[in-house]
């Protein structure tokens, strides 16, 4: 009797190679595992194989592998070979990586007090700091327990929110790309490296850094082979600045940087005065492709633009007058005030929520939707792989805080048209999310 199954394989490890599935089922068609025959149909693509097992029907899309076996025993072969040939097509070789500004290498890893405070520590650390602050001197002068937590509260976000990110980015080790200056990222896959040949891997990146005068493949891999590296194939990447294909001309008052800080994708800060600032980390441009970059920095031009940084502070600041009037009128009705609350909580991440979605429609509608979806994939798929069925969707709804889950933001890339505005269609996916949340039909595409 014919068995069915859905397993959920998102290939992100084969987008970095340009692969993708049908490179797994080629491979073990031509071990000869089992013989294929294509399936048509417009769901994606399809495969019958046959092997000494029994047959098996196979149609993947959108990271969703359908299965229809003519036994249980041949359902489990086939999924037992497809993940063992995806094991060995994702097995992640050891790699040396240079990067270089201005023909000098920039020094890769960072602190982990950086990493930290990066990742929102410091924006933790000033919201902790300032609302015992503000409220200890509140409780003191005897203000009523209600009153004094919503002013520190406010107060406390607002500080974090027009400090913290200032704070972050110009603390930060970094390292200024100017217009026209070429960023170079040289990546080579190694097919060993143990504690020896990290000494001799140490010092031929010295050597690439400072003793070739012109930087190719060949070049890099005869410089590790001579010191002893063994060395499977060489990538050689160059990047200008990408705000300026973004932003039409207009960068004089726009900086972009390079930091080498582990962990971090991107942030940006829109200055009141002087120059704006968008830092890229090092290992968002080693994984991602050009046009990801590209992506990447057009979401957070759009921060810039609309200034996000000030508006989150406004709605703050509405919110926190808001709970101030509800603590003053409803101090003896706690149910009342704690609806208050959340309603009012509800509000500040639904906007929050719409202006990164926001983001990234406008990224998308300047690089493109595939490149930032790519991205999204890559940078995210953690938080993915979690989000596979309708209760996880849900549960992200809930944990995911002040940012949109990255399905939600998929799904919004998705469903965005050509029409209408980005700020009503990313407050309209965000109000939404509950149902699409539920649908079947989760939109995992990153097409190419």
């Known amino acids: 009797m014919p068995v069915e199954r859905t397993v959920f394989i998102p290939l992100v490890c084969l987008y970095r190679n340009n692969l993708d599935f049908s490179a797994v089922i080629l491979s073990l068609e031509k071990k000869g595992r089992f013989s294929t025959s294509p399936l048509g149909g417009a769901s994606g693509e399809g495969w019958l194989v046959r092997s000494a097992e029994g047959w098996a029907a196979l149609r993947y899309r959108d990271g969703i592998l359908e299965v229809k076996a003519e036994s249980d025993r ?10 063992r040939e995806l094991a060995g097509l994702c097995k992640s070789d050891p790699e040396l990586v240079l990067v270089l500004l201005d023909g000098n290498a920039l020094p890769l890893g960072g602190s982990r007090v950086a990493s930290f405070l990066a990742r929102g520590g410091l924006g933790g650390l000033a ?52 217009p026209g200056e070429r960023l170079v990222l040289v990546r080579a896959r190694l097919t060993s490296l143990n504690k020896d040949l990290q ?25 590790l082979v001579d010191w002893g590296v063994p060395v499977r194939d060489v990538v050689i990447r160059e990047l200008v600045n990408p705000a300026s294909y973004l932003s039409a001309g207009r960068t004089e008052h726009l900086r972009v940087y390079v930091t080498p800080v582990r962990g ?110 790519r991205a999204l994939l890559k940078l995210e798929y953690p938080s993915l792989a979690e989000s596979t069925t309708p209760l996880g969707r849900l549960v992200s709804l809930v ?22 505005s ?23 595409s990153a097409a190419r």
Do not use: M, Q
């Open 74 to 83: 041949s359902l489990r072969y086939v999924l037992s070979l497809i993940f």
């Open 127 to 178: 919201f902790l700091a300032a609302l015992i602050g503000v409220g200890a001197p509140l409780s003191l002068l005897g203000a009523p327990a209600a009153l004094s937590l919503v002013i520190a509260l406010t107060v406390s976000t607002l500080l974090t929110l027009l400090v913290a990110p200032a704070v972050a980015v110009l603390g930060l080790p970094r390292w200024e790309l100017p």
């Open 199 to 223: 000494i001799a891997a140490l010092f031929a990146k010295l050597a690439i850094a400072k003793g070739l005068s012109k930087l190719t493949p060949e070049a890099v891999k005869r410089v």
């Open 264 to 373: 971090l994708t991107a942030i940006s800060y829109k200055g009141f005065v002087g120059h704006s600032r968008v830092v890229l980390g090092v290992e968002t441009l080693i994984d991602l492709s050009i046009d990801e970059v590209l992506a990447v920095t057009a979401h957070e031009l759009s921060h810039i633009e609309h200034n996000d940084s000030l508006i989150r502070a406004a709605v703050v600041a509405a919110a926190g007058f808001l709970l101030l009037a509800a603590a003053s009128l409803l101090t003896t009705h706690f149910a009342a005030l704690l609806a208050a609350f959340l309603g009012v909580a509800y509000a500040v991440v639904l906007c929050w929520r719409a202006l990164e979605v926001r983001a990234d429609l406008e990224a998308a509608a300047k690089v493109g939707s595939a490149p930032l979806k």
């Open 399 to 420: 944990l995911a805080g002040l940012h949109p889950p990255p399905w939600l933001r998929l799904a919004a890339i998705d469903a965005a048209g050509a029409r209408g």
């Open 422 to 444: 980005p700020l009503r269609k990313a407050l309209a996916a965000n109000v939404r999310a509950p149902l699409l949340a539920l649908s079947r039909g989760f939109p995992l």
